[in-house]
């Protein structure tokens, strides 16, 4: 995060080997190939960032603080429209519906929340590279909690992660990696 914080640095056509179940992912998907004679590429990103690109494409104003609430994982992060991450909390989803969210949330906005204050609560972390007016608020995932906008880019909410891959896609072909 901190050399390159960029959404599309997780979007990977080389999985590093420490990340075991996408390299799982993928062994499998090329032996599926070799099995019918044929050869692509693959592409790989975990589906929280992948929702976290689609959600974006419905905002309205940026930075933006975007959500996906899944069902295991909630991801928080203050994106820019360049893809650029400022910051990054991700918590388990069943943990945030037990928590006052909301002020956690506006804590995290301003840069208070701690990488061992969401660890030691039972989440992963967080990441505060840096704090900047956050103008549009938009979530999305299957665990969406009341009072968020939720994230609608072409009509049909259950395509954002899906959308966001495609976003990711498009910009690291632009930007030469394909």
Known sequence: MKKNPYLENF?????????????????????????????F??????????AVAGAMLDAKEFPAL??????????VAVVDKDRRIYSLMEHHTSIIKKIDFDKLIQRFIKGEVT???????GGHGAYIGEVVDVRDVVATGPNILLGFREANPVGDVMIVGNLGMLELLKCYESLGGI
């Open 41 to 50: 590429n693959v592409y790989l990103i975990d589906t929280v960032f992948a």
């Open 11 to 39: 979007l990977f056509k080389e999985v590093p080997p420490h990340y075991n179940r996408m390299t799982s992912v993928v062994e499998s998907i090329r032996d599926f190939g070799e099995s019918t004679n044929r050869e």
């Open 115 to 121: 990488n061992e204050e969401i660890y030691n609560q």
């Open 66 to 75: 975007v959500i996906n609430f899944g069902n295991g994982h909630t991801i």
